[in-house]
């Protein structure tokens, strides 16, 4: 006879400090981070990480449980969301935010090859071949002139 798994309660999931930490960084504006989520779909994407965390948590293996700590617990919740937050928006331009939380965005700015200041008025992701890349497009503050670069995508 096997023994049966305890599970862990979608409440003390949901008010787990893990899950608040976690989410409450990705929300919140850092030093060297801006939050890439949209504040629109944050209570819905904090129900959508519970639900899911809570799923994987009653999967684990017993012998798994035993080893999984506060890292690989953040990890998780981490991959979560992101994955849910993809599922949540359909804006490319959220989308690349999302995908690509430290690339610069609209707005933001960024200075030309030759040291002109400039802001990134859009951006897109191109392949070629097996790389991604993402290619932005800016407009110099003084002189109006467009100019493109392109990041190489992980």
């Keep these: 006879m ?8 979608l409440e003390a999931v949901r008010e787990s400090p ?8 990705w929300f919140k504006d850092q030093d060297h981070l801006r939050s890439p989520f949209p504040p629109g779909i944050r209570k ?12 994987w948590v009653n999967l684990l293996d017993p012998k798994a449980k035993g080893e999984v700590d506060n890292e690989v617990v953040g990890e998780k ?11 949540l928006v359909t804006d490319p331009e959220q989308r690349i935010t999302i995908g ?3 690339m610069p965005r609209p707005g933001d700015p960024i200075r030309s090859a ?5 802001t990134v008025i859009a951006r ?10 993402l290619m932005v497009l800016a407009r110099e503050t003084d002189s109006g ?10």
């Design 2 to 9: 096997t023994e049966a798994k305890e599970q862990v309660s």
């Design 18 to 25: 893990a899950l608040h930490e976690t989410i409450e960084f």
């Design 44 to 55: 819905e994407l904090t129900e959508q990480a519970a639900l899911r965390f809570h799923k």
């Design 77 to 87: 919740i981490e991959e979560i969301i992101f994955t849910c937050a993809m599922e």
């Design 100 to 102: 690509f939380p430290f």
């Design 114 to 118: 030759d040291g002109a200041a400039s």
């Design 124 to 133: 897109r992701i191109e392949k070629e071949d097996k790389d991604a890349f």
């Design 145 to 154: 002139k467009e100019w493109s670069t392109r990041f190489e995508l992980p």
